[in-house]
């Protein structure tokens, strides 16, 4: 099947960011998954990608490594939760001859477990706020606003 819209294209963006746009794909099976790594960073989304995919505090130098990976569903299973069970055996299809089964253990967190949580949604929300701050300051020098 062909996707319309891999071939990356890099376009730099204000401040220190750049971008990658899936201009077409061949070959891809349906329901793929496009893991693209720059540097440390990790973004992944379904295939046909129609948005540029954004990687903020990296620029082209610091991009190296860049790894493109594409991942195709081997199989899948639907699984529905009961509270009165902690662990699951899903069957998710047939790998060559043989099923192919994942056993997991579905849970909710304690409180305690929710609260180090926290520290992490938080964090994120900071280097969140600290990228748009970085990319309008670099707004404002590049467009000389004062």
């Known amino acids: 099947k062909r996707f319309v819209s891999a071939s990356a294209r890099l376009a730099p963006l204000a401040g220190v960011a750049m971008e990658v746009s899936v201009l077409s794909a061949e070959g891809i099976p349906s329901g793929s998954i496009l893991s693209i790594r720059a540097g440390n960073l990790r973004r992944q989304g379904a295939l046909p990608a ?5 990687f ?3 620029n082209l130098i610091d991009a190296s490594p860049f790894k493109v990976d594409i991942f195709s569903p081997m199989g899948g299973a639907r699984v529905v939760l009961k509270p009165t069970s902690e662990t699951y055996t899903v069957d998710v299809g047939k790998g060559g001859d043989a099923p192919m089964k994942l056993n997991i253990k579905v849970r909710e967190l304690s409180s305690d477990e929710k609260d180090g949580l926290a520290p992490q949604v938080s964090e994120a929300k900071q280097q969140k706020k600290e990228q748009v701050m970085n990319e309008t300051h670099a707004y ?3 467009h000389k606003i004062t």
């Open 140 to 142: 404002i020098e590049e």
């Open 50 to 54: 129609e948005k540029p995919i954004r």
């Open 56 to 58: 903020a505090g990296t």
